[in-house]
């Protein structure tokens, strides 16, 4: 009997044992298991691809355009006596450093519009008015040429041209006067940006190696393939309507071979 109950106490003792350790196994494993949660780290998101910024601010478009076309304004300067400072600040103002729709699309760095006479090819502006007509160029350069003769040609700018190539204060002023821009503060503008990147270096470039081109000893340019009214005016310094004169055109035609009279 006593045999029977030392047996049943050992059983008892070893079953309570025995529960209490899987209690406490169930309780440890559900606490390692809240743990390992809070701990886990979770995948990093695969990173999208970073869209590079601009290699270029804003100064620096403007100080590459004027690299571009400084020459280009130099050399109407000499041909046309307007500062290359002037023509490179409306460059700049107008075409937005050259990133203007109208500058990209058309070729237009100067803004300038259709106006009555103007035969080239055009394209629609949304400007001062909706869908107004404004001129298209094949080259930036060619734009840069019209612009001297939109100048040139024009009664309301003949006094700009008494100021010399040197007084761009004076041009930017009686620019605005003569009525090229409505912007009341346009002179300003054009100064701020001579002022700012230095223009006024390029009006004191002396045309030691610029030699305007000469006619020939006959007066007589012979015309080759690639050759047009404009581009010969060009070479000699004269007008497509001085060529026409001379010559009796009435239109723009010329052929390979045909020797024209320049004036």
Request: charged fraction near 25%; charge should be positive.
């Amino acid at each position: 009997m006593r045999i029977k109950l030392v047996f049943y106490i050992v059983v008892c003792a070893v079953f309570l044992v025995s529960c209490g350790s899987n209690k406490n196994v169930v309780h440890q494993g559900r606490k390692k298991v809240v743990l390992h949660e809070k701990e886990e780290v979770l995948p990093e998101l695969p990173q999208l691809e970073q869209i590079p910024k601009p290699v270029k601010t804003n100064g620096n478009y403007t100080i590459a355009y004027i690299n571009k076309f400084a020459p280009i304004a130099v050399r109407k300067m000499h041909e046309h006596n307007i500062p290359a400072s002037i023509t490179l600040a409306q460059g700049v103002l107008e075409s937005g450093s050259g990133r203007s729709n109208l500058a990209r699309r058309s070729n237009n760095h100067f803004g300038i519009k259709c106006h009555r006479g103007w035969k080239g090819k055009s394209v629609t502006h949304d400007d001062d008015e909706k869908g107004e007509c404004f001129r298209k160029y094949k080259y930036p350069e060619t734009s840069y040429e019209d612009h001297s003769q939109f100048l040139i040609t024009r009664k309301r700018y003949a006094s700009l041209f008494k100021l010399g190539h040197r007084n761009y204060k004076g041009w930017a002023y009686g620019l605005r006067r003569a009525g090229y821009a409505t912007d009341k503060r346009y002179p300003q503008k054009l100064i701020g940006i001579i002022k700012k990147y230095n223009l006024a270096q390029y009006d004191r470039i002396k045309a030691k190696n610029y030699k305007k081109p000469q006619t020939t000893k006959a007066g007589y340019h012979k015309v080759q393939k690639g050759d047009t009214l404009y581009s010969i005016a060009r070479k000699y310094q004269t007008s497509v309507k001085s060529i026409r004169e001379a010559n009796g055109l009435t239109g723009n035609s010329i052929s390979i071979g045909e020797k024209l009279m320049i004036k």
